[in-house]
């Protein structure tokens, strides 16, 4: 596996369950070579206006991506985790999409407060 894969995940929910759910690899990380993924979601109207990123069937990564219907990477809804922990690899976003999300959550947390 490796970034700018769409890859299934199990992440906790609100509730205190676990659900199985798409997820973009953004990073690996040291030392353990674990991932930084973030959830991928069908509820658009979560976006939030320049920071998450909405992939529909009109994009041209979209065939790639594994994923069945328009959804939303939200890069707020951020986890590291193991990865034999990662169930397996649907698809791929574009280079262009993954560095643009980068740059989104880069810049996020270079704000100053």
Do not use: W
Request: net charge negative; hydrophobic share 40%; with cysteine.
């Amino acid at each position: 596996m490796k970034e700018s894969e769409i890859v299934i995940a199990v992440f906790p929910q609100s509730n205190g369950t676990l659900k199985r759910r798409p997820a973009l690899i953004l990073r690996e990380m040291p030392p353990f070579r674990d991932f930084l993924i973030c959830g991928i979601s069908t509820q658009l109207r979560q976006q939030v206006k320049g920071f998450d990123e909405i992939i529909s069937e009109a994009d041209e990564d979209f065939a790639a991506s594994g994923l069945d219907f328009d959804s939303l990477i939200r890069l707020g809804f951020l986890l590291v985790v193991p990865r034999n922990e990662i169930i397996g690899s649907i698809g791929e976003i574009s280079a262009e999409r993954h560095q643009r999300l980068l740059k989104n959550l880069s810049d996020y947390l270079m704000k100053s407060s």
